[in-house]
């Protein structure tokens, strides 16, 4: 059983996979490194988003159905490690939503100019974050098709972004010449110690999500040629955004003050202040706002689309209660798991908002996103080398490699994987008291793990008495 007929395109998977990976807000944050962070983007990009694409374009050709990486591990090495997979993938997203949600609800308040004291309004934050996921929600209820529309619109605005700090970027050259030192030592990165190391862990952090599309399966068109190509494409362009995004920045503002500045909004308001003064200041803040609105609703909408996927799957499975695994009668959408993802959502912005012991609890969950997130991706490297074993050809037909060569790349994607976790457990500066993050971090890990346990086994016992499978499913 497919869910509906194809819906996405080569242009619609490389504007899903665009909207997925690039996280604008966080480019400043990039950019403070200085030149040297194009040569640090380019190496992520071969550590890291290559081999995740590899292993996306050998997984989805052998395996091109519905549920991705939960149906990869699962193959790979049975039921329980696809739940875990699922589980931590699901989780980790879960709490990445709302600080995406507050984020871009926080854009608006730059959106009209006067209006920007809403940005600190708590009650503010979460009633348009909640709005704009229900909004969100209603469009992928409606099926791919309808929300595809909208995730193209979301990809064309990073591009709008980066086309106008360019502009400001080759304006203030031209008026006051670079904020920023380009010499040649400051386009050699320093990798001498800890804080370096979490940087690149940072930049690799920004590059995940290639694999996002191929959760969708079925509703790409062709996706055996459709995913190959179009992560080729997405890859070229997400790495030329964001070099061309921090180049830009650090064009207009120095790296000093891009250090200090909490998101790209104020280094774009900086920048149009010194061009053109306090009204162009003015017009380009908004107009920024309102785009990074746009696009970071895309990205939540994307996210969500993708990671409902998963519950819809197992529910198939029979590890979930079996509702998860309906579809919407008119759309095809997977309804029963989308509006739980979006109520669960809603919960955790609630949460987040009440301030004093709930805050607290929020920001547990959100050390759990921190740990738990790259566990999806050792998954999908350790699945792409023992399924690729397997094979009985000696040379991948997509990507040109030999097994040994698919080994070693998904071998550098582990490893690189491994170090990003291993680097997530780590404090860093500002964290007062290292004792209560390990205890928070583990503990919250811990106890997600044991929670996922809990269902799967639950789930196996549900199985037991009703032993239909995903794959007899979607045969049917």
């Not at 997600?448 to 196996?460: F, M, Q, S, T, W």
Request: some cysteine; glycine content about 8%.
């Amino acid at each position: 059983m497919t869910i509906v007929r194809p819906a996405l395109l080569h242009r619609d998977v490389v504007g899903f996979t665009i909207v997925a990976v690039v996280a604008i807000r966080m480019v400043p944050i990039a950019a403070a490194a200085g030149p040297s962070v194009v040569l640090v983007w380019l190496l992520a990009a071969l550590a890291f988003f290559v081999p995740v694409s590899m292993a996306t374009v050998i997984l989805s050709r052998q395996h091109p159905s519905v549920g991705g990486i939960y149906l990869w591990s699962k193959t790979a090495f049975g039921d329980l490690h696809g739940f875990i997979t699922a589980w931590t993938y699901w989780t980790s997203s879960l709490v990445f939503f709302p600080s995406v949600l507050i984020f871009t609800s926080s854009q608006t308040a730059f959106i009209v100019p006067g209006n920007q004291h809403l940005a600190d309004n708590q009650t503010y934050l979460t009633s348009v974050s909640i709005g704009s996921l229900l909004l969100i929600l209603l469009m992928n209820l409606a099926g791919m098709r309808v929300a595809t529309w909208f995730h193209n619109v979301s990809a064309a605005t990073k591009f709008v972004i980066v086309a106008f700090v360019v502009a400001l970027a080759s304006a203030s050259w031209f008026s006051f010449g670079p904020a920023t030192n380009f010499g040649p030592e400051a386009w050699v990165p320093s990798f001498s110690g800890l804080k370096d190391l979490l940087f690149f862990s940072s930049v690799v952090y920004m590059l995940s999500g290639a694999e996002c599309a191929s959760q969708l399966g079925d509703e790409v068109h062709d996706s055996r040629r459709t995913i190959p190509r179009a992560l080729l494409n997405a890859g070229l362009l997400i790495t030329s955004i964001y070099i061309a995004a921090s180049l830009a920045l650090l064009v207009s503002v120095s790296s000093s003050e891009l250090s200090g500045l909490k998101g790209f909004a104020t280094a774009v308001s900086i920048s149009a202040h010194r061009l053109g003064g306090e009204s162009f200041g003015q017009w380009a803040t908004s107009g920024i706002s309102l785009l990074l609105f746009v696009g970071h609703l895309g990205t939540v909408s994307v996210w969500l689309a993708a990671t409902a996927r998963l519950p819809f799957v197992i529910g198939l499975d029979r590890y979930l209660p079996e509702a998860f695994g309906r579809l919407h009668p008119r759309y095809g959408s997977p309804h029963i798991a989308l509006i739980t993802l979006a109520a669960a959502t809603i919960m955790l912005i609630v949460l987040s908002s009440l301030g004093g012991a709930a805050e607290q609890v929020y920001h547990v969950l959100i050390s759990l996103e921190i740990a738990i997130y790259f566990i999806p991706y050792l998954y999908l490297f350790a699945a792409t080398i023992k399924l690729q074993s397997q094979q009985s050809t000696n040379t991948d037909g997509r990507t040109g490699l030999s097994k040994l060569g698919v080994t070693l790349v998904a071998a550098v994607g582990f490893v690189v994987t491994t170090a990003s976790l291993i680097l997530a457990l780590i404090p860093g500066e500002n964290v007062e008291s290292p004792a209560h993050f390990y205890a928070m971090v583990l503990g919250s890990l811990s106890l997600n793990l044991i929670i996922g346990a809990g269902l799967y086994l639950r789930g196996k016992r549900s199985r037991a008495r009703s032993p239909a499978t995903v794959a007899q499913s979607l045969r049917d």
